[in-house]
């Protein structure tokens, strides 16, 4: 009779099964075929500058250690935002699956994605208050907006809010704003920018029915910290505000001059400004906007505002034909808003071209803030990450923060002998470069010592020298083969 052999029994759940993966034996060298070695470049530098270390030395979430520390889990949580993922449930096949990757920004595996979520869920207030601190040692450390040049230009930050859409059952999830979303529940993220160099300076989240008019001050008092401004009424005086109407209530302008700053806004109040706006005499055509006029409000400030302002009113038709009509409201000089449009000495002889200018300067949030949002919702994917408890999505917002900031600094680093590459947005940078195919070669000890991208390619070629000269300090190869 035939012996049949038999073989041991496999359960399901053993195929679904994810092993972390390790280090291989220091005493050899291993190479790894990595679907993002681009980013593995930029892994790396980050770990040579030990960006991470702030949030390691201060963020102590009250989790034991098994595998990974509460830090570790949180790092691999950005390593997944910066692989373009929309959910931390991608990390398993994003960042687990690629030991390169994790190799090349310092980690020996990848924590699973629950055990991730776990870690964020047990976010207490005080550990976002640590995460907030450790994030603002890393911009100050490596941020150039920390570095503004004061004395030789205005430092311009612009602030604005941002619904986020989330489940009716997330805390704080109430009903407010949200664009082209009627009766949708969500949160509000508030942020300040440093336009001049597109970095986050604060980013908070707030319940869903706050908006500017209540979030400014908080956003501006988190931005002085984070820049050092509330200690140096000097680097006050020479920083602009620029915001919405959201903004442009008395108190919130009376506060904003009373610190000291410029400021640059629109007036809150409908009613107000088409008050304000039969006072004009002369209304002049933007040649730039068919359709909209500028005038001089002719009606004095000073029992609305601790100081002189200037006011300048702005209307354009509407649909019904109808007026709609706006108020800026101004205490930038004509000597400074020359020198924020580069604009001729000349202008101040023809007071039209002036007033246009303040209003071209207003205009600009739009590719300050306004822009930063849309980069980051479509990149990053910051509406697509939700927690149900409010000090874990707090957590993530940090996160995100960050995750925008390193894509500024690595564009920045990448486009410095390039002008080609500077009008990247970061959807394109994440698509097109990061994702780049290649092998990554690490010595014995564990250290990425060079970067084969696929030659096949094209899409990379104009970033290459630029990672070249990047890791040209931690003693990296960058070269192009077959892989």
């Given at each position: 009779m035939r012996r049949v052999k038999k073989y041991p029994k496999v359960h399901h759940n053993d195929y679904c099964r994810v092993s972390p993966p390790v280090l291989s034996n220091a005493s050899e060298a291993s190479q790894h075929l990595s679907p993002r070695s681009f980013l593995a470049g930029i892994g790396a530098k980050l770990n040579g500058l030990n960006l991470f270390l702030p949030i390691v030395e201060r963020v102590?979430?009250?989790?034991?250690?098994?595998?990974?520390?509460?830090?570790?889990?949180?790092?691999?949580?950005?390593?997944?935002?910066?692989?373009?993922?929309?959910?931390?449930?991608?990390?398993?096949?994003?960042?687990?699956?690629?030991?390169?990757?994790?190799?090349?920004?310092?980690?020996?595996?990848?924590?699973?994605?629950?055990?991730?979520?776990?870690?964020?869920?047990?976010?207490?207030?005080?550990?976002?208050?640590?995460?907030?601190?450790?994030?603002?040692?890393?911009?100050?450390?490596?941020?150039?907006?920390?570095?503004?040049?004061?004395?030789?230009?205005?430092?311009?930050?612009?602030?604005?809010?941002?619904?986020?859409?989330c489940g009716p059952k997330a805390a704080f999830a109430t009903k407010g704003y949200f664009a082209g979303k009627r009766n949708r529940r969500g949160r509000q993220l508030g942020r300040v920018l440093a336009t001049r160099y597109g970095e986050v300076v604060t980013d908070r989240t707030f319940p869903g029915t706050v908006q500017l008019t209540g979030a400014l001050q908080p956003l501006l008092q988190a931005a002085e910290k984070t820049l050092g401004l509330d200690q140096s009424p000097e680097k006050r005086a020479r920083t602009l505000i620029r915001v919405d109407s959201g903004g442009g209530s008395r108190?919130?302008?009376?506060?904003?001059?009373?610190?000291?700053?410029?400021?640059?806004?629109?007036?809150?109040?409908?009613?107000?400004?088409?008050?304000?706006?039969?006072?004009?005499?002369?209304?002049?055509?933007?040649?730039?906007?068919?359709?909209?006029?500028?005038?001089?409000?002719?009606?004095?400030?000073?029992?609305?505002?601790?100081?002189?302002?200037?006011?300048?009113?702005v209307r354009c038709r509407k649909n019904n034909g109808q007026w709609a009509i706006g108020v800026l409201v101004t205490n930038l000089s004509p000597d400074e808003i020359i020198a924020l449009g580069e604009l001729e000495v000349d202008i101040l002889a023809d007071f039209t071209q002036l007033w246009l200018a303040y209003v071209y300067c207003y205009d600009q949030r739009g590719g300050g803030v306004e822009t930063s949002f849309k980069q980051d919702n479509q990149a990053l994917g910051i509406r697509k990450r939700n927690k149900k408890r409010f000090e874990a999505q707090q957590m993530l917002t940090q996160l995100n923060a960050l995750a925008h900031n390193i894509l500024v600094w690595a564009k920045g680093w990448l486009s410095e002998d390039n002008p080609e590459t500077k009008p990247i947005g970061f959807v394109r940078l994440m698509r097109d470069v990061f994702t780049t195919t290649g092998q990554l070669f690490f010595n014995p000890a564990g250290r990425l010592t060079e970067i084969r991208l696929n030659d096949a390619d094209s899409l990379v070629r104009p970033w290459i020298h630029g990672l070249s000269i990047l890791l040209e300090s931690e003693h990296i190869a960058v070269n192009l083969g077959k892989t």
């Open positions: 102590k979430i009250g989790q034991k250690t098994v595998k990974d520390s509460p830090a570790e889990k949180l790092y691999d949580a950005l390593i997944n935002i910066l692989c373009g993922a929309g959910g931390m449930v991608e990390v398993n096949k994003r960042v687990g699956s690629d030991a390169g990757l994790q190799r090349a920004f310092g980690r020996a595996r990848c924590a699973e994605q629950s055990v991730i979520q776990e870690t964020l869920d047990a976010s207490s207030a005080e550990n976002v208050e640590q995460m907030e601190s450790a994030v603002d040692e890393i911009y100050q450390q490596h941020s150039v907006g920390y570095r503004h040049d004061y004395d030789h230009q205005l430092q311009i930050l612009d602030t604005d809010m941002s619904g986020q859409p108190d919130d302008i009376n506060w904003m001059l009373s610190r000291g700053y410029r400021v640059l806004t629109k007036d809150y109040s409908t009613q107000r400004a088409r008050k304000l706006a039969e006072s004009v005499t002369q209304w002049t055509d933007d040649p730039l906007h068919p359709g909209r006029q500028i005038g001089l409000v002719n009606t004095p400030s000073t029992d609305d505002y601790v100081q002189p302002v200037l006011r300048i009113a």
